[in-house]
């Protein structure tokens, strides 16, 4: 299937404050989630809390050891909400 992607006013916000070399983790594993946003290597999950906050599924790809990005689906486009370490799970 194919995908629009978009990115909220947050996630730009987050994805500006990382620093070059998250910023290059980033690009790599953003490359990867155009082709397939459940592709193993990225480790999608759904995450429960945000999913319950934003009343929508919420998943969670990994980047890197703390990196993180959260994104949901809504018909045929993926929306990233943000960016960072385990800490936007609290959001």
Request: proline letters at 3%; a positive charge; aromatic letters at 14%.
């Given at each position: ?26 690009k ?5 989630f155009?082709?397939d ?15 319950s ?11 890197e050891?703390d990196?993180?990005a ?22």
């Amino acid at each position: 299937m194919n995908f629009a992607f978009k990115t909220t006013s947050s996630f730009r916000r987050a994805l500006a404050k990382l620093s070059p070399t998250q910023k290059r983790s980033a690009k790599k594993a953003f490359q990867l989630f155009k082709e397939d946003p459940f592709h193993p290597r990225l480790r999608t999950h759904k995450i429960h809390r945000l999913s319950s906050l934003y009343n929508k599924t919420i998943y969670s790809v990994w980047i890197e050891s703390d990196l993180r990005a959260v994104f949901y689906i809504e018909g045929r486009a993926i929306v990233s909400v943000d960016i960072g370490t385990h800490a936007i799970y609290r959001s």
